[in-house]
């Protein structure tokens, strides 16, 4: 399977890097909220059908996210079926993703021996082919309204087996023949399972292992709010407004030991999401997470495929799977925390701005007081060519905050520049480069002075 994997990811990289491909068979650009979900009308000719590959598959599930470039700037579902029930449907999904990295760090750290090894001392990394990442999706439509989704993590960093990231049921549409209840449905959306939470809007951009269609750059943010809870959530989409309430066991996995030490997470968002005309839509939002007690708490650390950039400030004794998380910050809040996450989008003609304003407080149970965490990011990208086919974007993404053990601030920074270009509907290539700098750690922390930079370069596949 690992061979196959390779094999798949070098494909990629080959056809991001490479195609001469003509440019018009790219898809258009996406659609406006509640649009942008709709799956194509079925083909009504064989010479449709011949062309449909140009805009993607047609997708038989209800409410769906499509995971080609259909999915790009959709949030949380919306209200359009975007496809007519006609009974039963099974279907399948697949991401995959490679990466070609070349990146150089440095720090200024003191040495620390341990069993004579400098602990202190960085790796020595240099270009080199990255693990590829895939995703396997099983999608069942069971009802009018109603379907169960489960993705599977084929091959990632941190894990290279194959394991279940997550699996739910969402309802759109009244299961009962009642009609007080069909008429609510046409406001509200429940979702139940183990799924990745909606707090904020940036984990709608990133990239999930495999699935980086939605992210116009390869990494992700410093702070990155990614995890799956088993719980419930209800929506309201009335018009152009959303509000959402969750309760879940505010855990990565679930458990009845040790009640006295957990507690539920409860997570909410309300904001506007609105096409204000043909050229400009505007969306924002505010979200907040809250859980008291919690065994392993991981809002800031449910990543579990690893982050995009391999090896960058790890030691020599480090290992791609321990050391999983190379790049991003996470503020150590296993067992209280509470997080709010502000987040404006716009979008004007190929024009689109997106920004991350987030603060979060917390602490381990070993700690006498709560920590405190402050995050900012914004992202400016810009889609033209036929079809808003390529773009061009910047990042830049700054977290501040007090880790354990250290009593000052520290800071970390980044800017990111990238451009990308859809070859189809399905295949993606982007190029990144990123710099990434270390500021106020302590003299024997091996981040002290530190400095990371470099390309980055990737394919991506969705259907």
Same mark, same amino acid.
């Given at each position: 399977m690992t061979r196959f994997f390779s094999v798949t990811g070098a494909l990629s990289i080959a056809l991001a890097l490479a195609s001469p491909v003509a440019a018009q068979d790219a898809a258009p650009a996406n659609s406006p909220a509640g649009t942008a979900a709709t799956a194509p009308a079925p083909a009504q000719d064989p010479h449709a059908a011949a062309t449909n590959w140009k805009k993607g598959?047609?997708?038989?599930?209800?409410?769906?996210?499509?995971?080609?470039?259909?999915?790009? &700037?959709? /949030?949380?579902?919306?209200?359009?079926?975007? +496809?007519?029930? !006609?009974?039963?449907?099974l279907d399948f999904t697949a991401s995959f993703t490679a990466q070609a990295q070349r990146i150089n760090h440095k720090n200024t750290a003191d040495p620390v021996i341990v069993n004579g090894v400098?602990?202190?001392?960085?790796?020595?990394?240099?270009?080199?082919?990255?693990?590829?990442g895939a995703n396997f999706g099983v999608n069942a439509q069971i009802a009018p309204g109603m379907r169960v989704a489960l993705t599977s993590y084929l091959s990632s960093k941190h894990h290279n087996e194959?394991?279940?990231?997550?699996?739910?049921?969402?309802?759109?549409?009244?299961p009962i023949d009642f009609v007080p209840a069909k008429a609510l449905f046409q406001f509200?959306?429940?979702?139940?399972?183990?799924?990745?939470i909606n707090?904020?809007?940036?984990?709608?951009?990133?990239?999930?292992?495999?699935?980086?269609?939605? &992210?116009? /750059?390869?990494?992700?943010?410093?702070?990155? +709010?990614?995890? !799956?809870?088993?719980?419930?959530?209800?929506?309201?989409?009335?018009?152009?407004l959303i509000g959402m309430l969750a309760i879940t066991g505010g855990e990565i996995r679930g458990t009845v030991t040790a009640p006295g030490q957990r507690s539920p997470a409860f997570i909410g968002k309300a904001g506007y999401d609105g096409q204000v005309n043909k050229n400009l839509r505007v969306r924002l939002t505010g979200s907040?997470?809250?859980?008291?007690?919690?065994?392993?708490?991981?809002?800031?650390?449910?990543d579990r495929a690893g982050s995009r950039y391999f090896w960058v400030m790890e030691n020599t004794q480090a290992t791609e799977t321990t050391q999983a998380f190379s790049g991003t910050v996470n503020p150590g809040f296993k067992n209280q925390v509470s997080a709010m996450q502000l987040n404006p989008f716009v979008k004007f003609r190929g024009l689109e701005l997106f920004g991350v304003l987030e603060r979060a407080k917390g602490k381990a149970s070993t700690e006498v007081s709560e920590r405190e965490w402050k995050q900012h990011a914004i992202d400016v990208v810009y889609r033209f060519?036929?079809?808003?086919?390529?773009?061009?974007?910047?990042?830049?993404?700054?977290?501040?905050?007090?880790?354990?053990?250290?009593?000052?601030?520290?800071s970390v920074n980044r800017v990111q520049l990238s451009a990308g270009w859809f070859l189809s509907a399905n295949v993606l290539t982007k190029v990144e480069w990123v710099r990434q700098q270390y500021k106020d750690y302590p003299a024997n922390n091996i981040k002290n002075g530190g400095e990371f930079k470099g390309f980055m370069a990737e394919g991506v596949i969705g259907f």
């Open positions: 598959r047609d997708i038989p599930i209800q409410y769906f996210r499509a995971l080609d470039r259909r999915g790009i &700037n959709v /949030f949380e579902t919306t209200k359009v079926a975007g +496809a007519e029930f !006609t009974g039963f449907k400098n602990t202190n001392q960085l790796a020595d990394i240099g270009f080199g082919f990255n693990n590829e194959t394991w279940v990231k997550d699996g739910y049921i969402q309802v759109d549409e009244s509200i959306t429940v979702r139940v399972g183990h799924m990745e707090y904020g809007d940036a984990h709608f951009r990133r990239s999930d292992n495999g699935n980086a269609m939605y &992210n116009p /750059f390869v990494g992700n943010y410093i702070m990155d +709010a990614f995890t !799956t809870e088993i719980g419930g959530e209800a929506y309201l989409k009335a018009r152009h907040w997470y809250k859980t008291d007690k919690a065994l392993s708490n991981t809002l800031y650390g449910g060519a036929p079809d808003e086919q390529l773009y061009v974007a910047g990042r830049y993404n700054k977290a501040t905050g007090t880790l354990a053990g250290i009593t000052n601030d520290v």
